[in-house]
């Protein structure tokens, strides 16, 4: 790999029942919502695998480094910090650039349909911007890239709200920050986000996350 070092992080949680997309528990029980997390993550991880970058999972619990290592075969494994995503975020960011990346770009692990494209466009943009979003539908962001740590635009950020976009983007404005955006894309956290999404085709490439939805 020539030119900057890149990273591309999957930011994940252990697929275990009662931990992962509560939001489905009430429709699918919380051992079909880890199945759901357990597909997400399984097509996430592939699709990354393919991107020309490091490949790494940012993960939590901390305690379970030896079953993602299981789950992302030659990952690089960092454990998430305590706190909440922006938090997490940040800290994610911090570690990777103060390791020697040059960009880094994380992505959620329940966005399974970000096509390849996206992530090569996210890289390209950093040489151009400073910050990089991929917005998504619910007014949240399911994919951030950038080369320097920027804590700023993430601790305190109100997380798993509609305003989330928008305040990150209005705190990067007030920095004089340039940001570039990639395709929005639909977020997976409903079952009938679930059921748009395949009848529109969008899982098509995402064959474990299509596989359980189907069923």
């Given at each position: 790999m020539t030119g900057p070092r890149r990273a591309l992080v999957v930011i994940a949680k252990e697929p275990v029942p009662g931990a992962v997309k509560t939001r489905l528990v009430p429709a699918l029980g919380a051992e079909g919502?880890?199945?759901?997390?357990a597909a997400m993550l399984a097509d996430t991880v592939a699709g990354v695998a393919e991107v020309d970058a490091e490949p790494w999972v940012c993960f939590a619990p901390p305690a379970a480094g030896t079953r993602m290592a299981r789950l992302a075969p030659g990952f690089g494994l960092l454990a998430q910090v305590e706190g909440d995503l922006g938090d997490?975020?940040?800290?994610c960011l911090a570690a990777l650039l103060g390791g020697g990346a040059d960009q880094v770009v994380i992505v959620g692990a329940d966005t399974p349909q970000v096509p390849r494209a996206t992530y090569d466009a996210a890289f390209t943009m950093l040489s151009q911007v400073d910050v990089v979003l991929g917005p998504a539908h619910d007014?949240?962001?399911?994919?951030v890239g950038a080369k320097a740590a920027l804590p700023e635009l993430f601790v305190g950020v109100p997380m798993g709200t509609d305003a989330v976009l928008q305040v990150t983007m209005l705190r990067a404005v007030r920095r004089r920050l340039r940001v570039g955006t990639v395709p929005t894309l639909r977020d997976l956290d409903r079952l009938e986000?679930?059921?748009a999404a395949l009848a529109a085709g969008e899982l098509d490439a995402s064959p474990r996350t299509r596989?359980?939805?189907?069923d």
């Open positions: 919502a880890a199945r759901v997390a997490r975020l940040a800290a007014g949240g962001y399911y994919l986000d679930l059921q596989s359980v939805v189907a």
